[in-house]
């Protein structure tokens, strides 16, 4: 073919759409010349578009872009542990290998491919250009690392990848980042978690330099990080979330479509090993091919007790949070604990044949526990039990807590900081307060982060044991620097003054900087000039802080002149706070004169004009007010207009308003659906509005229609709607059919799978609360449900006040309905 370059560009210009629409790459004549005579290497999207031009046949256009990326990564220098994707041993990887049968060869059978592999290969592609983090979401053994593994080997044969071993290889890295590099993270969930994972920062810093980052991580992980309602104690889960955030999530089923199942077929014909995994019927393809209900038969049909809890004392380890390999020196401290009960005198060799039987591998592929060498890999340095053991045992397992001798022997030959901390998360969810305490007792000052004293002192208070809990904190209170050493000081003075050492916790605090909690307790003790003059001295630094605890001293003492003092000078904080105490005082109209010239500038003043106005009748002022406000579309002014003309009886406007306005505003639809009239209520679920929807099924319910409720929702909980099925649960729940929703809670725990797992155990918490099944509940603590301590302490009346105000605390968080303030971007007055 003899094409002129202006002959190529005119032709480039004129190449149909690719499949799935998009336009091929527009190249010019200039570049076709550069192109053709080596001048400059072409994009891989330019080169696209050169080879369509040329008619190369779509069998060869691979090999054409994988010699592009030899091309380009040629004088590339090797980053520190790297190797050629091309040459990667996949079983390194974290491919697991296949089970034996007889009459095949290789570690691995053929590849399936999967429906997700164009779309995965095509932001590969995309990721080379400019960096990109590529996630595969599933279930263990359901595929991922292999479906990985061949995407990249496919997309970016010839780019450096490096596997690192540890979180502070990553950071490294970051340090000195390298192009035309992939990052290989399978199992991601172990490079997350506690203060020393890995953070968001890192890996943006890989990203901006155009590295591919690609991981795996469990199902599981991924919802308690991402999905999981946020736990306002849990920093790190912040963090974890938007580390995940950063990424393109994949989901890789854990059975086979309909046309993975035609294509796995096809490959049966010639592997035998998949002909084996397709005609077992009772357990998934690439679980057979893992061999993973043969490990749960190893397990739970060993030949005796003590082979068999070697095992369960391993899968328990990393269930409470044992990251890290488990020593001989535990499991043989550890089985004991399983034991109760079992008379006899154990056999000499007992440990060694239990260990041999846990690590014999099954099918020739799969273990349930791994030895982990050290690094001359001469010497067994302890095990880690098999990750399909651990799924499984996070549903069949869920509810036991292990017996003392277990937590004892976990703690005491537990080493590493992240493990200590997740197992003491463990103890203290499952009320082992006295384990919990052992496990912080452990834990580091890392960089001035008291955390673990902190929590050690709340295990110490739970056991009654206060004058502990005031030694443990000291320190922590005289820190130089510690982000929550306010929360820290204020609990230590609590427990001073509790015991009725506030002079001795008030000598302290004027030694140190915690202005606030040394005012507050001056004011407790009568001295509330001298409160006054801390406060002030603090505030003379010119900290926004220190100016707002003066202004609500002085508001909280009563000081009217001091807070006009500080007004007349423009000080925003004393004019609001000195509003509201006129306010208080019932002198509506001076607070109003106060708040208004801040009303478009400073946030909350609107709000307090317009409650103020309502408040003494001046129903159409507090309209006018509010009408700027609601025509810019915000919606807690929506809101207000609505709930004022409301409560003053002009029902029929309220709903007009809210009809028009939550047609444009989401934010409204659940008060909409709150105030719709029954007789609209059936059409706005049609529409699909959920809170209508959820207001109509319950009003069905309450009708005695409740097969009807039922129908309505199901299909919409079956989408993976994941309010749908909390919902669902609730109107079984509430409405008689107690058992089938805890039925369903339960089915939905086991299963472990998407979208309803997380969630699932705190409503099932709730649900037993307000039913009062104490026995129920004492077995969601001995899972470690979140906030399932609480409320069982709350209903039996135990426990420490600590627990019961919690539990309250989580109650008031949980209800209502809160849109902010009108307007939320702006400072506070």
């Given at each position: 073919?003899?094409?002129?370059?202006?002959?190529?560009?005119?032709?480039?210009?004129?190449?149909?759409?690719?499949p799935?629409?998009?336009?091929?790459?527009?190249?010019?004549?200039?570049?076709?010349?550069?192109?053709?005579?080596?001048?400059?290497?072409?994009?891989q999207?330019?080169?696209?578009?050169?080879?369509?031009?040329?008619?190369?046949?779509?069998?060869?256009?691979?090999?054409?872009?994988?010699?592009?990326?030899?091309?380009?990564?040629?004088?590339?220098?090797m980053?520190?542990?790297?190797?050629?994707?091309?040459?990667?041993?996949?079983?390194?990887?974290?491919?697991?290998?296949?089970?034996?049968?007889?009459?095949?060869?290789?570690?691995?059978?053929?590849?399936?491919?999967?429906?997700?592999?164009?779309?995965?290969?095509?932001?590969?592609?995309?990721?080379?250009?400019?960096?990109?983090?590529?996630?595969?979401?599933?279930?263990?053994?359901?595929?991922?690392?292999?479906?990985?593994?061949?995407?990249?080997?496919?997309?970016?044969?010839?780019?450096?990848?490096?596997?690192?071993?540890?979180?502070?290889?990553?950071?490294?890295?970051?340090?000195?980042?390298?192009?035309?590099?992939?990052?290989?993270?399978?199992?991601?969930?172990?490079?997350?978690g506690?203060?020393?994972?890995?953070?968001?920062?890192?890996?943006?810093?890989?990203?901006h330099?155009?590295?591919?980052?690609?991981?795996?991580?469990?199902?599981?992980?991924?919802?308690?990080?991402?999905?999981?309602?946020?736990?306002?104690?849990?920093?790190?889960?912040?963090?974890?979330?938007?580390?995940?955030?950063?990424?393109?999530?994949?989901?890789?089923?854990?059975?086979?479509?309909?046309?993975?199942?035609?294509?796995?077929?096809?490959?049966?014909r010639?592997?035998?090993?998949?002909?084996?995994?397709?005609?077992?019927?009772?357990?998934?393809?690439?679980?057979?091919?893992?061999a993973?209900?043969?490990?749960?038969?190893?397990?739970?049909?060993?030949?005796?007790?003590?082979?068999?809890?070697?095992?369960?004392?391993?899968?328990?380890?990393?269930?409470?949070?044992?990251?890290?390999?488990?020593?001989?020196?535990?499991l043989?401290?550890?089985?004991?604990?399983?034991?109760?009960?079992?008379?006899?005198?154990?056999?000499?060799?007992?440990?060694?044949?239990?260990?041999?039987?846990?690590?014999?591998?099954?099918?020739?592929?799969?273990?349930?526990?791994?030895?982990?060498?050290?690094?001359?890999m001469?010497?067994?340095?302890?095990?880690?039990?098999?990750?399909?053991?651990?799924?499984?045992?996070?549903?069949?397992?869920?509810?036991?807590?292990p017996?003392?001798?277990v937590?004892?022997?976990?703690?005491?030959?537990c080493?590493?900081?992240?493990?200590?901390?997740?197992?003491?998360?463990?103890?203290?969810l499952?009320?082992?307060?006295?384990?919990?305490?052992?496990?912080?007792?452990?834990?580091?000052?890392?960089?001035?982060?008291?955390?673990?004293?902190?929590?050690?002192?709340?295990?110490?208070?739970?056991?009654?044991?206060?004058?502990?809990a005031v030694?443990?904190?000291?320190?922590?209170?005289?820190?130089?620097?510690?982000?929550?050493?306010?929360?820290?000081?204020?609990?230590?003075?609590?427990?001073?003054?509790?015991?009725?050492?506030?002079?001795?916790?008030?000598?302290?605090?004027h030694?140190?900087?915690?202005?606030?909690?040394?005012t507050?307790?001056?004011?407790?003790?009568?001295?509330?000039?001298?409160?006054?003059?801390?406060?002030?001295?603090?505030?003379?630094?010119?900290?926004?802080l220190?100016d707002?605890?003066?202004?609500?001293?002085?508001?909280?003492?009563?000081?009217?002149e001091a807070?006009?003092?500080?007004?007349?000078?423009?000080?925003?904080?004393?004019?609001?706070?000195?509003?509201?105490?006129?306010?208080?005082?019932?002198?509506?109209?001076?607070?109003?004169?106060?708040?208004?010239?801040?009303?478009?500038?400073?946030?909350?003043?609107?709000?307090?004009?317009?409650?103020l106005?309502?408040?003494?009748?001046?129903?159409?002022?507090?309209?006018?007010?509010?009408?700027?406000?609601?025509?810019?579309?915000?919606?807690?002014a929506?809101?207000?207009?609505?709930?004022?003309?409301?409560?003053?009886?002009?029902?029929?406007?309220?709903?007009?308003?809210?009809?028009?306005?939550?047609?444009?505003?989401?934010?409204?639809?659940?008060?909409?659906?709150?105030?719709?009239?029954?007789?609209?209520?059936?059409?706005l679920?049609?529409?699909?509005?959920?809170p209508?929807?959820?207001?109509?099924?319950?009003?069905?319910?309450e009708?005695?229609?409740?097969?009807?409720?039922?129908?309505i929702?199901k299909?919409?909980?079956?989408?993976?709607?994941?309010?749908?099925?909390?919902?669902?649960?609730?109107?079984?729940?509430?409405?008689?059919?107690?058992?089938?929703?805890?039925?369903?809670?339960?089915?939905?725990?086991?299963?472990?799978?998407p979208?309803?797992?997380?969630?699932?155990?705190?409503q099932?918490?709730?649900?037993?609360?307000s039913?009062?099944l104490?026995?129920?509940?004492?077995?969601?603590?001995?899972?470690?449900?979140?906030?399932?301590?609480?409320?069982?302490?709350?209903?039996?009346?135990?426990?420490t006040?600590?627990?019961?105000?919690?539990?309250?605390?989580?109650?008031?968080?949980?209800?209502?309905?809160?849109?902010?303030?009108?307007?939320?971007?702006?400072?506070?007055?």
């Amino acid at each position: 073919m003899n094409l002129t370059f202006v002959a190529m560009e005119r032709r480039a210009n004129d190449l149909p759409r690719r499949p799935g629409g998009r336009r091929y790459k527009h190249v010019s004549k200039t570049s076709f010349h550069c192109y053709a005579t080596g001048r400059q290497l072409p994009s891989q999207e330019s080169l696209l578009t050169y080879l369509v031009v040329c008619e190369v046949s779509q069998a060869d256009i691979p090999l054409w872009l994988a010699a592009l990326q030899r091309a380009r990564t040629a004088d590339l220098s090797m980053p520190p542990d790297a190797i050629r994707v091309r040459d990667a041993s996949p079983r390194r990887l974290g491919v697991r290998a296949a089970i034996e049968v007889k009459g095949t060869s290789g570690e691995l059978p053929a590849y399936i491919r999967r429906d997700v592999d164009c779309d995965l290969r095509r932001a590969l592609a995309i990721a080379a250009e400019d960096g990109g983090f590529l996630l595969l979401n599933g279930q263990s053994c359901a595929g991922k690392t292999r479906t990985l593994y061949e995407a990249v080997l496919a997309v970016l044969p010839d780019w450096w990848l490096i596997h690192p071993g540890s979180t502070e290889t990553i950071r490294d890295l970051a340090a000195a980042p390298t192009s035309k590099t992939v990052l290989w993270l399978d199992e991601l969930q172990g490079h997350l978690g506690p203060a020393s994972g890995l953070s968001e920062g890192t890996l943006r810093t890989l990203l901006h330099a155009g590295m591919v980052i690609v991981g795996t991580i469990w199902t599981t992980e991924y919802q308690a990080r991402v999905v999981a309602p946020r736990r306002v104690w849990d920093s790190r889960q912040d963090e974890d979330r938007r580390l995940l955030e950063l990424a393109q999530v994949f989901d890789v089923a854990d059975a086979f479509t309909a046309a993975e199942n035609a294509r796995a077929q096809q490959c049966a014909r010639e592997d035998r090993r998949v002909r084996v995994a397709l005609d077992s019927s009772d357990t998934g393809f690439t679980q057979v091919l893992a061999a993973a209900p043969d490990l749960v038969r190893h397990w739970e049909l060993a030949p005796d007790p003590y082979a068999k809890h070697i095992i369960t004392a391993a899968v328990d380890a990393r269930r409470l949070g044992v990251h890290s390999p488990v020593s001989d020196d535990f499991l043989h401290a550890a089985v004991r604990g399983y034991l109760k009960g079992h008379g006899g005198v154990a056999p000499r060799d007992w440990f060694h044949r239990s260990i041999e039987y846990a690590v014999a591998p099954l099918r020739g592929v799969a273990q349930a526990l791994t030895p982990c060498a050290d690094g001359n890999m001469e010497i067994c340095t302890g095990y880690i039990a098999a990750d399909y053991l651990l799924q499984w045992a996070r549903g069949a397992r869920r509810t036991v807590c292990p017996e003392d001798q277990v937590w004892r022997a976990l703690i005491e030959h537990c080493h590493e900081p992240d493990d200590l901390e997740r197992l003491a998360r463990s103890a203290e969810l499952r009320m082992r307060y006295s384990h919990a305490a052992a496990c912080y007792e452990r834990l580091p000052v890392v960089c001035g982060d008291w955390s673990a004293t902190e929590a050690l002192a709340e295990m110490l208070i739970r056991q009654g044991r206060i004058d502990d809990a005031v030694e443990v904190l000291r320190p922590a209170v005289s820190a130089d620097w510690y982000p929550a050493r306010s929360r820290v000081t204020t609990r230590w003075a609590g427990l001073m003054d509790g015991q009725g050492r506030t002079e001795e916790a008030i000598e302290i605090l004027h030694e140190g900087a915690e202005t606030e909690v040394l005012t507050r307790l001056l004011v407790r003790v009568g001295r509330s000039d001298e409160a006054v003059a801390v406060a002030r001295r603090w505030a003379d630094g010119r900290n926004r802080l220190a100016d707002a605890h003066l202004a609500d001293l002085l508001a909280e003492l009563g000081d009217v002149e001091a807070l006009r003092v500080r007004a007349a000078t423009g000080n925003v904080n004393s004019i609001g706070r000195l509003a509201n105490l006129l306010a208080r005082r019932g002198r509506r109209d001076e607070a109003i004169g106060l708040f208004m010239p801040y009303i478009n500038t400073e946030r909350g003043a609107a709000d307090r004009v317009v409650e103020l106005l309502a408040e003494d009748g001046r129903v159409d002022e507090a309209v006018a007010v509010l009408r700027p406000f609601v025509e810019t579309g915000y919606s807690r002014a929506n809101e207000m207009l609505a709930e004022i003309l409301l409560a003053h009886g002009r029902r029929d406007e309220a709903v007009d308003h809210l009809r028009t306005a939550a047609a444009r505003d989401s934010n409204l639809h659940e008060f909409w659906a709150e105030q719709c009239p029954v007789g609209e209520l059936a059409a706005l679920a049609e529409t699909g509005m959920w809170p209508a929807i959820a207001r109509w099924t319950e009003l069905l319910a309450e009708q005695g229609h409740l097969d009807q409720a039922l129908a309505i929702v199901k299909p919409i909980a079956g989408n993976g709607d994941v309010r749908a099925a909390r919902h669902l649960t609730e109107l079984l729940a509430g409405n008689g059919r107690l058992g089938e929703a805890l039925d369903r809670l339960r089915d939905a725990i086991a299963s472990g799978k998407p979208p309803y797992t997380h969630g699932a155990p705190e409503q099932l918490t709730r649900i037993l609360f307000s039913h009062g099944l104490v026995d129920e509940l004492r077995e969601e603590v001995n899972a470690g449900t979140h906030g399932a301590a609480e409320l069982l302490c709350q209903l039996t009346n135990t426990g420490t006040v600590a627990d019961r105000d919690r539990s309250v605390t989580k109650e008031r968080e949980g209800k209502g309905r809160y849109l902010g303030l009108i307007l939320p971007e702006y400072g506070v007055c």
